[in-house]
């Protein structure tokens, strides 16, 4: 494989790294006959991107060499971005940019012409792989927005770094809300601040959804994909359908084609149909809040173990969150009738019992037992010889 980018498309290349490092750790490069794929996803299997450069983007675009097969490979998104780090230097003194891959060396190698005759080369090592595609069809959504991305890139502008969820909805008059998610903690009796966006029908390109549906969805990838589609002046297609299911947002071009996957909440929102309308102050409720994290869409891509840890003495097992259709095992040991008799015996009222999650698949943060039973006797009793 090799390809030659030229002018401002090294700069676009280099964004859709930087939006594409804001997902995954790890850089999928396929070339193809339509073009060259770029892919990653992250490590919960929960968002997915996706940009697929057309073969009129590059100066020269050669897929494979004759008689041989196209090579795939992955990468470390760190090494990679590296390449591109600055998007300031790429824009004034890099004129072209040549990556190869194959030949001799196994080796991806990308090399940098900038100005003056100086030429930077990149040597990175990759390891084959199998061709990463996600599943998804926009055209089987029922609900589709468009606008430019310079709109909802404002609209996002005064949400905080730090929120990590936010719910996209139509409220009255169909307009566009975005509204900040915050997840209602059980013990937590302070209201959070909450940013809401509310955009006209008429600002928007395409709107075809009803009044009341909403999704909420990460911000973190959104904006990645928000600041590569204002930088190219390219609009924004979002293409959803109930809670729970993967949204899809697009971005096409002439030259290149963007989608970003990602799962959403199936919890519905607190503030649907009615998005306009302020949220209820939190309150503390006297029993455990039921916890999103099972029913939600991430679940489809992720096991999350939960493990409550109860007071000394207690004999309570870890209870684990499956996705929908998963059982755990079960136990057939002697004391299970015992261990399932002594659970409902919690006060009511009580507080709920930290809870610890682990991600990683078949782990769990197994509780301290204390040991049950009287302790054998090692030693006889010194006065029974007298």
């Known amino acids: ?33 339509d073009g060259l794929s770029l892919r990653t996803v992250n490590s919960s299997r929960s968002a997915y991107a996706c940009f697929l450069f057309a073969p009129l983007f590059f ?67 990759f390891q084959d792989c199998e061709s990463l595609q996600a599943v998804f069809d926009p055209a089987s959504c029922p609900h589709v927005l468009r606008a430019p991305a310079k709109l909802l890139g404002e609209a996002v502008l005064p949400f905080p770094p730090a929120l990590a969820e936010v719910t996209l909805g139509i409220g009255r008059g169909r307009r566009v809300i975005l509204r900040s998610y915050q997840e209602e903690e059980a013990d937590s009796t302070v209201k959070a601040m909450m940013t809401e966006i509310s955009i006209g029908e008429e600002d928007f390109q395409q709107l075809q959804a009803q009044e009341g549906v909403a ?11 928000l600041s590569f589609a204002e930088s190219a002046n390219l609009p924004l297609s979002i293409h959803f359908d109930a809670p729970g299911r993967p949204a899809i947002f697009a971005i096409k071009d002439s030259l290149l084609d963007g989608h970003f996957v990602l799962a959403t909440l199936l919890e ?15 309150q503390a409720p006297s029993t455990p809040h039921p916890d999103d994290f099972a029913n939600d869409d991430i679940d489809s891509y992720m096991i999350a173990m939960e493990t409550t840890v109860a007071s000394e003495g207690s004999r309570t097992l870890p209870s684990i969150s499956l996705s929908p259709g998963l ?6 040991g002697p004391n299970s009738e015992e261990e399932n008799e ?32 009287p302790s054998p006797v090692l030693a006889e009793d010194s006065e029974g010889e007298g």
């Open 215 to 225: 999704i909420t969805f990460c911000l973190k990838e959104f904006r990645g994909l």
């Open 59 to 125: 100066q020269l675009y050669q897929a494979a060499s004759p008689g041989q097969d196209p090579l795939r490979c992955k990468i470390l998104m760190k090494s990679f971005l590296s390449v591109f780090r600055s998007l300031a230097m790429l824009e004034k003194t890099v004129e072209k940019c040549c990556i190869s891959l194959g030949g001799r060396s196994s080796l991806l190698v990308i090399q940098l012409h900038c100005k003056y005759g100086v030429r930077k080369t990149h040597n990175l090592s």
């Open 1 to 33: 494989m090799k390809c030659l980018v030229t002018g401002g498309n090294v700069k676009v290349l280099g964004r859709a790294v930087h939006s594409l490092s804001r997902i995954g750790d790890e850089l999928y490069l396929e070339p193809l006959d």
């Open 327 to 332: 059982q755990p095992p079960c136990n057939c």
């Open 268 to 282: 519905p929102s607190p503030h649907s149909p009615e998005l306009r309308q302020p949220a209820p102050p939190l």
């Open 342 to 373: 002594a659970e409902p015996s919690a006060v009511p009222g009580t507080p709920p019992p930290k809870k610890f999650r682990s991600l990683f698949f078949g782990s769990v943060l197994a509780a301290a037992h204390s040991p049950q039973g």
